[in-house]
């Protein structure tokens, strides 16, 4: 299977930025089927990215999308409209589930609005730091992957990239909190059970050029969701890199 390296920019860059990031970073990149490389920018930068990609290099992603195609929904954007500017969109991404108040319900029907469209959902799963310090990761996981799941059918649960985000490892402050390699494997290997074996697996929450590797070459884990550090070109490169060498 290949390897993912998807960058989400989250609210960062304008345009203009976003553009020239895209540049370099082509610039930097070899034609690769192997290694997956991903970028997610914000939403108003997405329709001249997706002119400017060279897909053989990279490929797009949207942070969100709605469900619903067309209609009365003030401020959202349907997958449909994402259709042909979008590959991949990502669903249930913590800060959408905590901070906009998404719920699994909701999330279960972006996923199938997206595979609809012909885009690959990514969808985020992870408990809290609470959830885990009362054993409940796994209960976490399942309800979440079950609940995303609800609205597909399984013959299509290979068109769907699962992430394990573990909400208490995101945006961890200079990698002060970060979830080891045995935590992951305990994760992923949770959710492999309930999936597809063909089904990508990736792991997010401070990945960085130093503790990229440990992740990646954690059995089962099909690549990783980088937050911070893919906002910096030079070390978003070197984790490519470093997926690159762990794949061949
Ligand atoms: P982080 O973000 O790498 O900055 O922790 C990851 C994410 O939120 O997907």
Not at 61 to 83: C, I, K, P, V, W
Not at 86 to 111: P, Q
Not at 222 to 227: D, E, K, P, S
């Amino acid at each position: 299977m290949k390897m993912y390296v998807v960058g989400n920019w989250k609210l960062n860059f304008n345009v203009g930025e976003a553009s020239i990031y895209l540049h370099k970073l082509m610039q930097k990149l070899p034609n690769s089927r192997n290694v997956e490389v991903v970028v997610a920018p914000p939403l108003i930068a997405m329709q001249p990215l997706s002119l400017q990609v060279d897909r053989r290099k990279l490929k797009i992603a949207a942070q969100n999308g709605y469900y619903r195609d067309f209609g009365a929904y003030t401020g959202e954007t349907s997958m449909t409209q994402l259709r042909g500017i979008a590959d991949y969109v990502i669903v249930g991404h913590s800060e959408r589930r905590h901070i906009f108040g998404e719920d699994d319900k909701l999330l279960g029907k972006k996923v199938a609005a997206a595979i609809r469209n012909g885009i690959t959902p990514i969808l985020c799963v992870g408990e809290t730091e609470i959830e885990r310090s009362f054993g409940e990761t796994t209960e976490v996981l399942l309800d979440q992957l079950n609940a995303g799941l609800s609205e597909i059918s399984e013959e299509d649960y290979d068109k769907v990239i699962i992430a394990y985000e573990p909400v208490w490892a995101i945006s961890s402050v200079r990698g002060s909190k970060l979830a080891t390699p045995d935590d992951v494997a305990f994760a992923v290997q949770t959710i492999r059970d309930a999936l597809p074996d063909d089904t990508p697996v990736l792991y997010g929450g401070s990945v960085s050029p130093s503790n990229a590797g440990a992740y990646l070459t954690v059995p089962g884990v099909n690549g990783v969701l980088v937050g911070g550090s893919s906002l910096i070109l030079n070390e978003f490169i070197d984790i490519i890199e470093i997926a690159r060498r762990v794949r061949s």
